[in-house]
């Protein structure tokens, strides 16, 4: 019993540690930007080194994340970013590679 009891919280423990994905896109007004998904947020990772750290928000198609001031929507290959009033359209080049 103690056996399957120690398995199990292991199984959970492992179960809990979030994966992260990375999808690097082309960007109209960016050179790229990479995005480090995890199950409740993303970064934005761009080629001057600036990383925005932006939560997951309720959507009703695709996703969409945002911290108030700057936000990152997805849907398929397409992303849009909103940040200063603008907003820069970005094609996915790489998706899908994870991090552990």
């Given at each position: 019993m103690r056996?399957?009891?120690?398995i199990?919280?292991?199984?959970?423990?492992l179960?809990?540690?979030?994966?992260e994905a990375?999808?690097?896109y082309?960007?109209?007004?960016?050179?790229t930007?990479?995005a480090?998904?995890?199950?409740d947020?993303?970064e934005l990772?761009f080629?001057?080194?600036?990383?925005?750290?932006?939560?997951?928000?309720?959507?009703?198609?695709g996703?969409?994340?945002?911290?108030?001031t700057v936000s990152?929507?997805?849907?398929g290959r397409d992303a849009l970013l909103?940040q200063d009033g603008?907003?820069i359209?970005?094609?996915?080049?790489?998706?899908g590679l994870?991090?552990?």
């Amino acid at each position: 019993m103690r056996t399957t009891i120690v398995i199990l919280a292991a199984a959970a423990a492992l179960a809990s540690c979030a994966k992260e994905a990375t999808t690097v896109y082309s960007c109209a007004a960016a050179p790229t930007i990479a995005a480090v998904y995890s199950a409740d947020a993303a970064e934005l990772r761009f080629g001057s080194g600036e990383r925005i750290q932006l939560p997951l928000i309720p959507s009703e198609a695709g996703a969409r994340y945002s911290n108030g001031t700057v936000s990152w929507f997805t849907s398929g290959r397409d992303a849009l970013l909103f940040q200063d009033g603008k907003t820069i359209r970005c094609d996915a080049l790489q998706a899908g590679l994870i991090n552990a």
